[in-house]
């Protein structure tokens, strides 16, 4: 089965390529591992997909009503992947009947070498991107208080974050896949068979010809301890905020990139969402040693920075009324994601602060691994 097909529709009762049902067992519910189950049960896997707390928790990474989608990175393989990436939202959106993926544009902002060497990879990939004077820029974007070089690139804008887990889940399940909540899964082992043993937390054990562990910030004693090679994976709590505008929904998606006179060193995001503008810097949250015990707080020291910065940048909304939410970021030390497999495992982690947008294209990658392609060599086990 080619590529391009491998989330269309399977003959009703058939297991799709494979002669006999394989067995995947997919650990986690999050974009990644719902893609996987999406991508594999559509191939004909016999899926099970084990997630430990309720639909729509947002204890992990991939909740909430937003993310930013874009082409634009300063590498064509992210570009690749991101342009593989929109059409399998779009179909996603087709079996699920579903709106996921609005294209509302962005805006990046910031160093000239910045902003340039993202219209040369955009170019090169044969993406629309403009490229336009501060005095433009600012009168263009009111809300956002521009004064450097800006690029405009419109296959961009937002993602709905939850709206799209429970469509990888539901189209799955269409596929034939179990999806299972509420089951935490405790033991993960290689058995002398080269199949997957799983317990959970009840003593079920399950047996499955192949596992997919996509455990976002539980990674580092989950996944850790199954293959060879895991890069360090630093998890952090993020922090982000809402705030209040007249116009979100019609907000582009932005990047302001660090600069003269303008110091986050990982830079600052922001999108319009059903919940106003949400603002975050990349990247500054504190180190999580066990994501079980992290503290969901909001940090108030925090939120205040957020407030200077919009009071200063961002003149369409309302600095004030910020509204803090936390999440996890799992960031390797290169920033490259992990997706690989070793035996009967495949590890999908690390996604570094920047994986939803591709969610629904790692799915397809897990289930090429588990088809006995070759990954992708930047996203490889080992040493970074
Ligand atoms: C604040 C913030 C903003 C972001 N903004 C963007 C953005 O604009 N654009 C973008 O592209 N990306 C963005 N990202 C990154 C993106 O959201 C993540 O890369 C992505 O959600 C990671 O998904 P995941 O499936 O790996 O992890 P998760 O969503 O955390 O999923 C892992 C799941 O595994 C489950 N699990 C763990 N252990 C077990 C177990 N033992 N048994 C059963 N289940 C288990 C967890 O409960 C969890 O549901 C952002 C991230 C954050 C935190």
């Avoid at 976002?216 to 996944?223: F, K, L, V, Y």
């Avoid at 504190?286 to 919009?310: G, H, N, T």
Wanted: proline residues 6%; charged residues 15%; glycine residues 12%.
């Amino acid at each position: 089965m080619g590529a391009a097909s491998s989330v269309a529709p399977t003959t009703h009762g058939m297991k799709g390529k494979y002669p006999m049902a394989l067995r995947v067992a997919v650990v986690g519910g999050g974009v990644m591992g719902s893609s996987a189950a999406w991508h594999l049960a559509a191939r004909g896997a016999d899926v099970t997909l084990l997630e430990q707390y309720p639909p729509g928790h947002d204890r992990g990474s991939s909740h909430g009503s937003s993310r930013i989608f874009r082409l634009a990175y300063p590498d064509d393989l992210y570009v690749g992947l991101a342009q593989r990436a929109l059409p399998l939202w779009r179909t996603l959106e087709e079996q699920t009947n579903t709106s996921l993926l609005t294209l509302t544009g962005a805006v990046d902002h910031g160093p000239a070498e910045a902003t340039g060497a993202l219209h040369d990879e955009l170019s090169a990939a044969g993406a629309r991107s403009y490229q336009l004077g501060a005095a433009e820029a600012a009168e263009r974007w009111p809300g956002l208080r521009i004064d450097s070089t800006a690029l405009f690139h419109p296959d961009a804008g937002r993602l709905h974050a939850d709206r799209a887990v429970e469509a990888l889940q539901t189209a799955a399940e269409l596929h034939g896949a179990s999806i299972q909540h509420g089951v935490q899964v405790n033991h993960i082992s290689t058995t002398e068979t080269d199949r997957v043993q799983i317990v959970t937390r009840e003593q079920e054990v399950l047996i499955a010809d192949a596992a997919v562990v996509a455990v976002g910030g539980w990674a580092p004693q989950t996944a850790a301890p199954l293959v060879n090679g895991l890069p360090a994976l630093r998890v952090t709590q993020e922090q982000p905020a809402h705030f209040t505008a007249a116009d979100a929904l019609d907000w582009p998606s932005f990047i302001h990139h660090p600069g003269a006179g303008f110091g986050v060193a990982g830079g600052v995001y922001g999108l319009g969402s059903d919940d106003g503008v949400k603002v975050g810097f990349h990247a500054v949250g504190p180190v999580v040693e066990d994501a079980y015990l992290r503290d969901r707080s909001i940090d108030p020291a925090a939120l205040a920075q957020l407030q200077a910065y919009a009071e200063r940048w961002l003149p369409g909304v309302d600095a004030a009324s910020a509204e803090g939410l936390t999440c996890l970021y799992t960031t390797t030390p290169d920033h490259n994601f992990v997706i690989d497999r070793q035996g009967p495992i495949t590890v999908l982690a690390g996604f570094s602060g920047h994986g939803f947008k591709f969610g629904s294209v790692i799915g397809e990658l897990a289930a090429d691994l588990i088809d006995g392609k070759p990954g992708i060599a930047r996203f490889a086990l080992g040493p970074r």
